[in-house]
Nanobody
Framework: QVQLVESGGGLVQAGGSLRLSCAAS?????????MEWNRQAPGKQRELVAT???????NYADSVKGRFTISRDDAKNTVYLQMTSLEPEDTGVYYC???????????WGQGTEVTVSS
């Protein structure tokens, strides 16, 4: 099994910044390929926010391009999400996930809550 622990969320005013972290652990981890961040706003479905491959290639949802930056530390099996110029629409619970074996993704963790006030 693979466990995911997200942290770094909180309450911030619009225009502010937060840095989220997610550590993956477990004996099933072989070599992590893709890592990603998702979010779920109140009353909405979970959506993919950003991804990063093992080679460092990144991709972002249009709504966060230019404001969010995903990065990873493979020595720590950790993925980060630097969020700047936050908007109230960014409010939600943020979840990470990792492809810990080819085609295999972890179960969702508890997430970390982000609230952006206007």
């Amino acid at each position: 099994q693979v466990q995911l622990v997200e942290s770094g969320g909180g309450l911030v005013q619009a225009g502010g910044s937060l840095r989220l972290s997610c550590a993956a652990s477990g004996s099933s981890i072989f070599s992590i390929n893709a890592m990603e961040w998702n979010r779920q706003a109140p009353g909405k479905q979970r959506e993919l926010v950003a991804t990063i491959t093992r080679w460092g290639r990144t991709n972002y949802a249009d709504s966060v391009k230019g404001r969010f930056t995903i990065s990873r530390d493979d020595a720590k099996n950790t993925v980060y999400l630097q969020m700047t110029s936050l908007e109230p629409e960014d409010t939600g619970v943020y979840y990470c996930n990792v492809e810990y074996r080819p085609g295999r993704y972890a179960d969702w963790g508890q997430g970390t809550e982000v609230t952006v006030s206007s």
